[in-house]
C-alpha cells in the first residue's frame, strides 16, 4: 500500500476518472470536485490517493472549499497511511466533507473535535426490472413552456431537503432551473391531469446518470406515484443504453431509502459534512 501524491491536476483527473468509471462511489461528487478544479473555478493546495496495488482506495483533496476523502473503502491501514501524511493544525477550523467511514477513524486517529452533519447514503442501480402497477398516470420530459406549472414543486423540494438552513436564494434556484429546463434532463410525472412528482437527471461519464432530486407533492405521497414515476424513468434509461444510476438521501429519511430499495437500488456508501 503506498501513497500517492498529485503534483497537478492533470494527474490527478487521471486517477479519479478511473474511480468515476469503475463504479459509482462518489463519482458524481469526485466529477464535481475535479470539475471544479480542472475548470480553475477552485485551487487545489494538496491531492494524493491511497493505493493498494493498483487499487484506489482513497482519493483526498484539500481546496479552498474544503477537504474531500473520496472513496468506499473499509480498509483502516489505507486510513492510517492517508492519516499520517496529514497535519492536524490544516484541519482544525476547516470543513471536511466525503466518506463516514474515511473520516471518523482519520479523525479518532488525530484525536480531533467535529461536529457532524448532513449524513447521507449514497445509493446506486445497474439494471433494472419493470413492475407494472395499474396506478394511472404518464411520465414527461419537461420543456421551457412547463416553467410555470412546476417552479413550486422545485422551491417545495429545496425547502424540505434543507429545512429553511439553505444558503441558496429562491431567484438562484428557479434561474438554474430555468436552465435545466433547456437542457430536457427534467421528468415530471401526471396523474388525474396534477402534476404529483419532479425528477432531475444528471448525466455523467461512462453512461452513468445521477439524480439530483426527486420530489412527488405531499398530498400524492404514499400511493406508490413515486415508484411508478421512477420506474418508468428507470426502464427509459437503462433502454437507452445507461449502465449507471445513482443518488443521495438523507440517513434519516427511512422512507426515500425504503423507496429506493423497493427499485433495486443498494447501499454503496455513507458521507457527511464535518466541521472540525
Do not use: W
Not at 464535481?32 to 484506489?56: Q, V
Not at 424540505?160 to 432551473?177: A, D, M, R
Amino acid at each position: 500500500m503506498k501513497l500517492i501524491e498529485y503534483p497537478n491536476p492533470s494527474i490527478l483527473l487521471q486517477d479519479a476518472i478511473s474511480v468515476i468509471d469503475e463504479n459509482f462511489v462518489s463519482h458524481y461528487l469526485l466529477f464535481e470536485s475535479t470539475d471544479r478544479i480542472i475548470n480553475g473555478k477552485e485551487d487545489l493546495y494538496y491531492g494524493c490517493s491511497i493505493k493498494n496495488d493498483n487499487n484506489i482506495e482513497i482519493i483526498y483533496l484539500h481546496t479552498e472549499g474544503a477537504h474531500y476523502f473520496f472513496g468506499k473503502t473499509n480498509n483502516i491501514d489505507a486510513v492510517n497511511l492517508l492519516a499520517k501524511s496529514l497535519i492536524e493544525e490544516k484541519l482544525n477550523g476547516t470543513i471536511l466533507f466525503g466518506s463516514t467511514f474515511i473520516i471518523d477513524n482519520l479523525t479518532k486517529l488525530k484525536k480531533l473535535n467535529v461536529q457532524k452533519t448532513r449524513n447521507r447514503n449514497y445509493m446506486s442501480l445497474n439494471s433494472y426490472i419493470p413492475n407494472d402497477t395499474d396506478i394511472p398516470g404518464e411520465l414527461l420530459i419537461a420543456r421551457e413552456q412547463d416553467y410555470d406549472l412546476l417552479t413550486q414543486l422545485r422551491l417545495e423540494f429545496y425547502t424540505e431537503e434543507f429545512g429553511g438552513k439553505g444558503v441558496q436564494t429562491n431567484e438562484k434556484i428557479l434561474s438554474e432551473f430555468q436552465k435545466n429546463l433547456q437542457s430536457g434532463d427534467i421528468y415530471y410525472y401526471k396523474a388525474d391531469n396534477q402534476i404529483t412528482t419532479l425528477i432531475s437527471i444528471t448525466r455523467l461519464p461512462a453512461n452513468q446518470i445521477y439524480l439530483p432530486y426527486i420530489f412527488t407533492n405531499h398530498e400524492f405521497r404514499r400511493k406508490g406515484i413515486s415508484k411508478k414515476a421512477l420506474g418508468i424513468l428507470f426502464q427509459k434509461l437503462f433502454n437507452s443504453g445507461i449502465t449507471e444510476i445513482g443518488l443521495n438521501v438523507k440517513v434519516s429519511n427511512t422512507k426515500a431509502i425504503g423507496l429506493f430499495s423497493s427499485l433495486g437500488m443498494k447501499k454503496i456508501y455513507e458521507t457527511a459534512i464535518y466541521e472540525c
